[in-house]
C-alpha cells in the first residue's frame, strides 16, 4: 500500500526522472474563410472604401489662383451648406422622394398580393410581364419615354394632332419631375414586386388554413397576416428607394437634351456634383457636395430603417 511518505516529489517519478507539465496546446486560426471572403474585401475596398476616403480628403482642399491647391479645412462644407443651388436640388430630389416612393411601392404591393391570391388568372405571365422593364437599361428606358414626351415629334404630339387638344407639355416646367418619377416608376415596380412576391412565398400555408377555419375573409387575411410578414421587404424596398431617389442622375440627364431650358445643371445633386466636376473642373467642391449627399442619404435611409424595425418589434 502507497502511503503518503513512500509519493515522489512533484516534478518527479519513483526512479528521479523530472517530468515536464505538458503545455497547453494551443489552437491554430482557421483562415479558410477569409480565403472566401478576401476576394470580395479586396474589391470592396478598391471600389467603394478608397473612392471615400479619397473624396472626403479632396474635400478639404480647394484649387486657388495663389497658392494652387492648398488646404482649407471645412470652407468647402460652409460653401455647400449656404449654395442655393444644391439646396435647390436637394429639395427638388426631396419632393420627388415623397410623392414617387410610396406611388412605386404601392402598386408594386398591390401587384404582388394580387399575384400571390389565387384569384388571379395567368399570374405567371402578369409576374414576367411587370418584371420585364426592369430588365430595360435605364438609358434605352429614359430614351424610350423621352420619345413618348415629345410634342412636335412623339407620342403626345401626335396625340394633340390626331384629337385636335392640348395635352400639357410633360417635358415643361410644371411637369417634368412628374415625367422623370413617371419613368422611375415604370422601371423599378417589377423590381419591389418581386421583392414582395418573394416574401409572400415564404408565408406557412397553415397559417392561411388556420384564418380560414376561423371565418377571416381575404380582407383579414391580407391585413393580419400578409402585411406583418412583407414589413421586412417593405423596409427594404423604401431603404432601396431612398438611395434611388436622392442617385438620381440618368433620366434627367438624358433628358436634358430635350429640355435644356427646363432641366438645369443642377437639376439633382448628383448632376450638380458631376458638372461641377467634369464641366467647372471643381474637383475639391465636387466631392464635398457628394459627402453631403451620401450623408443625407445615409441619416434618411437609417431612420427609414429604424421605424420600420420599430413598428415591427
Not at 246 to 251: H, R, V
Request: aromatic share 14%; proline share 6%; charged share 10%.
Amino acid at each position: 500500500m502507497t502511503t503518503l511518505s513512500t509519493l515522489p516529489p512533484s516534478g518527479q517519478t519513483r526512479r528521479g526522472a523530472v517530468v515536464r507539465p505538458r503545455k497547453p496546446q494551443t489552437q491554430k486560426r482557421d483562415w479558410t474563410g477569409w480565403k472566401f471572403v478576401g476576394p470580395f474585401m479586396i474589391v470592396f475596398a478598391l471600389v467603394l472604401i478608397a473612392p471615400v476616403l479619397y473624396s472626403i480628403y479632396l474635400s478639404f482642399f480647394k484649387d486657388q489662383l495663389v497658392g494652387g491647391n492648398s488646404f482649407v479645412g471645412f470652407e468647402n462644407y460652409g460653401q455647400a451648406l449656404t449654395d442655393p443651388k444644391f439646396w435647390e436640388s436637394m429639395g427638388r430630389v426631396t419632393l420627388f422622394f415623397v410623392v414617387q416612393v410610396p406611388i412605386m411601392l404601392g402598386i408594386a404591393l398591390f401587384a404582388a398580393l394580387a399575384i400571390d391570391s389565387a384569384r388571379l388568372h395567368l399570374s405567371s405571365f402578369f409576374r414576367i410581364a411587370i418584371f420585364l422593364p426592369y430588365a430595360v437599361p435605364a438609358v434605352v428606358a429614359t430614351l424610350m419615354w423621352g420619345f413618348m414626351y415629345g410634342t412636335k415629334f412623339g407620342l403626345v404630339g401626335n396625340l394633340n394632332e390626331f384629337f385636335a387638344i392640348a395635352i400639357p407639355n410633360p417635358l415643361g416646367s410644371t411637369w417634368v419631375l412628374a415625367a422623370i418619377g413617371n419613368i422611375v416608376t415604370w422601371e423599378f415596380i417589377g423590381y419591389n414586386m418581386i421583392l414582395f412576391y418573394a416574401a409572400l412565398r415564404v408565408i406557412p400555408t397553415d397559417l392561411y388554413e388556420a384564418a380560414s377555419l376561423d371565418g377571416a375573409g381575404a380582407f383579414r387575411i391580407i391585413r393580419s397576416i400578409k402585411m406583418p410578414a412583407l414589413r421586412p421587404a417593405i423596409v427594404i424596398g423604401g431603404i432601396f428607394s431612398v438611395i434611388g431617389s436622392f442617385q438620381l442622375f440618368n433620366e434627367p440627364s438624358i433628358l436634358q437634351s430635350l429640355a435644356p431650358n427646363t432641366i438645369s445643371t443642377y437639376f439633382s445633386p448628383n448632376m450638380y456634383a458631376y458638372n461641377l466636376s467634369f464641366s467647372g473642373q471643381q474637383y475639391n467642391y465636387s466631392a464635398t457636395i457628394a459627402i453631403i449627399v451620401g450623408l443625407i442619404t445615409a441619416v434618411i435611409a437609417y431612420i427609414v430603417q429604424n421605424s420600420g424595425s420599430r413598428k415591427e418589434a
